[in-house]
Structure formats: structure tokens, C-alpha cells
């Protein structure tokens, strides 16, 4: 057992550092993908990856890796770490904890003068958050082979520029091929983004699974007309449909599965006018489960519930699914170790599902993945209010440090 402690105040002083790139008035931070403050977040953790040494590599995609050879250099590394590009008015932890954690592990391993067997690789991936181009997590899914190159250069953002062209603009269109190297394992820090770990009161969680969800785009398509003079009975109510399908997605969640949420997220009602019977309304649904068969189940049932109320209200529906992502464990030798270094370090974990997610569910179809989890002050994150305890962190960033030294002596 390692009696190799983290330097806490180092890290929370480059915590702080970086956290003045895009920060906002309310104590967050702007760093959207490919934006200019995403380039200065992302110009600081490459100095700061040469200053400790690592040999710095950037691939196609713009995902960012640092590598700090072992003793054996046949054998395959164990890579960790997370994001920096945030939320518009994100908060200061997601993604940034698991990056300048890593860090501050190799810094550790520095001090300690400790070389280790494997290499170590940390890593940024690219556009984690999927706000201004979509779909999110594409640096790492671009990396796993889950989306191609061509594909992801192509996405376009609100004004239409597209990643490509902003990734060259801010100068991190890398040279190295963006594919899946031979990895030993992949460890990831977050912070838990829900209540749960507050709730248990311990600072680390060891994630079993990841949720798989399910995203309809619904469309009703009814009639307009003038909400005086038109009886209730020859309406063709687009958004009265609408309001069917809401209760039925929470009725659903209250009857299948404990750990089953829906949300419908986004609605547009046409014309969207105080005096006009709602013509058109688009709206979307999101059901999330730990068990594929309770998506699959709760999917049927808000399908049927979607041809139910079209059906009574008259209108031309159309329903289709543009994502489903399966539900996934982690490996099991990867949360044992995360498990055990949290006892060698002194803290007490629970174990617990992921309901976002996270760039080591791509991760986890390429390499043995395990995720740590510290807790987020009233489950709050996406937010500029977004808070973790600094004690937490550390924790978090303890056992990370000890996982990595297990996996990598071994
Ligand atoms: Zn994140």
C-alpha cells in the first residue's frame, strides 16, 4: 500500500488558475467546445503537461494526450482523464476535476519519484459536452470508432461553422491519427452530477453501469384555427395531444422500473400564439434506465400512448427514435481496484449507476473502464451553482492516484 499522498494546495491553486479561463460573473465557467476561452483552457493544460514532462500529442479530433513513459516500453499504458470544454455557463468541476486530477497524479508520481511499469497517458477529450456541436462525447467517439472522422468535421454549430473549420481556427487540429490505441485500461474522475453519494454521505463512488436511454422526436400535426369561435369538439389540438403524452411519460416512470426517469425537454408549439388552437408541436422525449429492458418497455408504452392521444385529438403523428444507447457495466477488475484504493486510502465508497454520460462509456467498449465518482452539493451540476467540497475532490483524486499505481505496477 502506497503512503503517497496528492499535494492538495498545488492542486487546488492550478484549480483555481485554470478556472479563470471563461469564468463568469456567478461563479462559473463558458468554455464551449472550440470556442475561444475552450483554446485558452486548452493552451494552459498543454504548458502544463510539458512543465511535468509529458510527451505531448494532439490528435485529428483535437482530444489532447500527455504520456509519461514507464519501464517497460512494449507494455500498453493506462490512460486517464476527462474534459475541459463545458457547458454555455457551465460550472467549475465536470470534466475539469478528472483532467487536473490526472495531472495532479503525475505530479505524484513525480515527487514520489516513483517509476512505474506501464506508462502513463492522461488525457482532453474533445467537445465532451456536445452544447454547440452535437452529438456530445464526440472526441472520445471518435477515438473508440463509434462515429467517423468525416462525420464529426461535418457537424455544424448554431451559426453554422463546422468543427472542423473551428477546430483548425483555434490551432488544434492534431496530427496524430484519431483512433484506439492498445490500452490497458482507462480510469475516469467526475463528479457524480446527482444526489446520491450526498446522500450516502461517503466522498467516492465506484460506478458499476451506465445508463442507456432512449430520445424520440415526436411530431403532431393538428389544425389551426381560432380559439373563440371553434367548439371544443371539432378541435384538432396539436398541444392538448401534447399534454397526454407528458402524463403518460411520468405515469410510465412511476410504474416500470425504480431507477427509470423521462423528461420531455424540449417542445415547440406552432404557431405559438395566446388566440390560435396549436396547429403543429414538435417535442421530444428522453427515457433512461440501467436496464435496457425498462427503456424498451417504457418506449412501447409512450409510443402507444403517442398513437392514442393523436388518434382521439385527430392528428397526423409522426414518432421516431433518433438515439439509443444501450445501458453498459463497467469492468468488473477495474471497479475491484478502484474499490480496493479507496480503502488503502482511507475512505469509505458506495457503488452507484451513472445517469449521464461520460466519455468512458466510449472508452469502455475499446479498453477495460472503471469511473470514480465524488459527490456534487445538492446533485446540481450543468449550472454556474455547480459545488464539490474540496476535501472530496481530493479524496477522489487519492484513489484515483492509487488505482492508477496498482494498475500500472502490475
Ligand atoms: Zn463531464
Not at 485554470?18 to 463568469?24: D, V, W
Not at 451553482?385 to 488505482?403: H, K, M, N, P, Q
Request: glycine share 10%.
Amino acid at each position: 500500500m502506497s503512503t503517497t499522498s496528492i499535494d492538495r494546495d498545488r492542486f487546488r491553486e492550478r484549480f483555481d488558475e485554470f478556472n479563470q479561463i471563461g469564468a463568469t460573473d456567478a461563479g462559473g465557467v463558458n468554455r464551449p467546445a472550440l470556442s475561444n476561452a475552450n483554446k485558452a483552457a486548452r493552451d494552459k493544460l498543454v504548458e502544463w503537461f510539458r512543465t511535468v514532462g509529458l510527451d505531448v500529442r494532439i490528435d485529428e479530433i483535437g482530444n489532447i494526450f500527455g504520456r509519461r513513459e514507464g519501464s517497460n516500453p512494449d507494455a500498453e499504458p493506462v490512460m486517464f482523464g476527462s474534459h475541459v470544454d463545458s457547458q454555455y455557463n457551465g460550472g467549475r468541476y465536470d470534466g475539469v476535476v478528472g483532467v487536473l486530477g490526472a495531472l495532479e497524479v503525475i505530479e505524484t508520481f513525480d515527487d514520489a519519484d516513483i517509476e512505474t511499469d506501464r506508462p502513463l497517458e492522461i488525457v482532453a477529450w474533445s467537445n465532451e459536452e456536445g452544447v454547440r456541436f452535437q452529438p456530445d462525447m464526440l472526441g472520445s467517439g471518435v477515438y473508440a470508432g463509434v462515429f467517423d472522422l468525416e462525420y464529426a468535421y461535418g457537424r455544424t454549430d448554431d451559426n453554422g461553422n463546422t468543427f472542423r473549420e473551428e477546430l483548425e481556427r483555434i490551432g488544434y487540429r492534431g496530427e496524430t491519427p484519431c483512433e484506439a490505441d492498445d490500452v490497458h485500461c482507462y480510469l475516469e474522475l467526475h463528479v457524480e452530477q446527482g444526489p446520491y453519494l450526498e446522500e450516502a454521505g461517503v466522498s467516492v463512488g465506484v460506478v458499476e453501469d451506465v445508463f442507456g436511454f432512449s430520445w424520440l422526436n415526436v411530431t403532431f400535426e393538428g389544425q389551426a384555427n381560432h380559439a373563440g369561435p371553434t367548439p371544443m369538439h371539432m378541435r384538432r389540438d396539436a398541444f392538448a395531444a401534447t399534454t397526454d403524452v407528458a402524463a403518460a411519460v411520468r405515469e410510465v416512470t412511476a410504474t416500470e422500473g425504480a431507477d427509470l426517469v423521462g423528461t420531455i425537454g424540449s417542445v415547440e408549439v406552432h404557431p405559438n400564439a395566446i388566440n390560435v388552437i396549436p396547429e403543429r408541436v414538435e417535442f421530444t422525449v428522453d427515457l433512461r434506465s440501467s436496464d435496457n429492458a425498462v427503456v424498451d418497455t417504457a418506449v412501447d408504452r409512450v409510443r402507444e400512448e403517442i398513437e392514442w392521444a393523436a388518434d382521439r385529438e385527430g392528428l397526423e403523428c409522426d414518432c421516431e427514435e433518433i438515439m439509443r444507447v444501450d445501458a453498459d457495466q463497467f469492468d468488473e477488475g477495474c471497479r475491484d481496484t478502484i474499490a480496493e484504493a479507496a480503502v488503502d486510502a482511507g475512505y469509505e465508497y458506495t457503488r452507484l449507476s451513472s445517469g449521464a454520460g461520460h466519455d468512458a462509456n466510449y472508452l469502455n467498449e475499446i479498453a477495460p473502464t472503471g469511473m470514480i465518482f465524488v459527490p456534487s452539493v445538492d446533485g446540481i451540476s450543468h449550472r454556474e451553482s455547480e459545488y464539490t467540497e474540496w476535501d472530496d475532490i481530493v479524496a477522489g483524486t487519492e484513489v484515483l492516484f492509487r488505482a492508477v499505481e496498482k494498475r500500472a505496477s502490475r
